[in-house]
């Protein structure tokens, strides 16, 4: 009896009262939203679905519209044209349309009411979706930039304002396409996710200049998030324009406005 009561005794002396290995309790922030990250990068690129709408389609666009004459884009080269209007269409068509799908139907099953009584913050899991956004846009805009080099567009300008405009799109249409998804049901969701990337990809300034539609629709055209970012993108990469602040400051009111009005406003059930 003696010797076990000394064991004991021996142990808890040695190891500390209430300490285990592992220690029991969240790791740190940051290691939390690596590895969220991590999982979500993974769950976008193994979606068919997913991989449809942001990889195959600009990249089939991108091939189809600079080989075919098919729309007059009023420049030399159909490809200097089109080449930044389909990277602003690749953001769109993950930040936006395929962010808020999955989330919406994240939020349908279950899994974000699961997520928001984790360890993590509801806003690093927020942050992790986005940071997901980025690594696959970083993908994506390789991916595109390679097939247009191969067919012959010649880029321009600063790389830093590039990367400026791709960041604040991507932070206004992820505030955009999480909104929608933390706002309505999970099919409607999709259905006017699926809406707007098509509105979009015709009227903003993608694949048709807005030149072609008249000026009273244009004057509103010119205030889209997509269509600043197209045509930002296109004054940098075809014209070689130093930092178009116009278009800067149309893409950070709406990453503004959309991130915030999806922190006010998004239900996590």
């Known amino acids: 009896m003696s010797t076990g009561t000394s064991t004991g005794t021996g142990t808890g002396a040695g190891t500390g009262a209430g300490t285990y290995t592992p220690a029991p309790g969240a790791a740190p922030l940051a290691r939390m939203i690596a590895a969220q990250t991590g999982f979500e990068t993974k769950l976008l690129?193994?979606?068919?679905?997913?991989?449809?709408?942001?990889?195959?389609?600009?990249?089939?666009?991108?091939?189809?519209?600079?080989?075919?004459?098919?729309?007059?884009?009023?420049?030399g080269s159909s490809v200097d044209f089109l080449a930044?209007?389909?990277l602003a269409l690749a953001v769109m068509s993950t930040a936006f349309t395929g962010q808020a799908i999955a989330t919406g139907f994240e939020r349908r099953y279950g899994v974000l009411k699961r997520l928001a009584v984790s360890p993590l913050p509801r806003w690093a899991l927020m942050t992790s979706k986005t940071l997901s956004v980025l690594v696959t846009e970083v993908l994506q805009v390789v991916l595109l930039t390679v097939i247009a080099l191969a067919l012959g567009w010649s880029p321009h300008g600063n790389p830093l304002a590039v990367l400026l405009l791709l960041v604040l799109?991507?932070?206004a249409f992820s505030g955009l396409g999480l909104?929608?998804?933390?706002?309505?049901?999970a099919e409607a969701t999709l259905a006017a996710a699926n809406l707007v990337f098509l509105l979009l990809l015709v009227g903003g300034g993608v694949i048709v200049p807005l030149t072609k539609f008249p000026g009273a629709a244009r004057s509103v055209?010119?205030?889209?998030?997509?269509?600043?970012?197209?045509?930002?993108?296109?004054?940098?990469?075809?014209?070689?324009?130093?930092?178009?602040?116009?278009?800067?400051?149309?893409?950070?009111?709406w990453a503004v406005v959309g991130l915030g009005a999806a922190g006010a406003f998004f239900r996590w059930e």
């Open 221 to 253: 055209l010119d205030l889209l998030p997509i269509s600043a970012l197209s045509d930002g993108l296109r004054d940098v990469l075809q014209h070689g324009a130093a930092m178009p602040w116009g278009d800067v400051g149309i893409l950070a009111v």
């Open 169 to 171: 799109g991507t932070a």
């Open 45 to 75: 690129l193994r979606n068919g679905e997913q991989l449809l709408l942001t990889v195959i389609i600009p990249s089939l666009l991108l091939v189809l519209f600079s080989t075919v004459d098919v729309v007059d884009t009023g420049t």
């Open 84 to 86: 930044p209007g389909i």
């Open 179 to 185: 909104l929608m998804a933390g706002t309505l049901r």
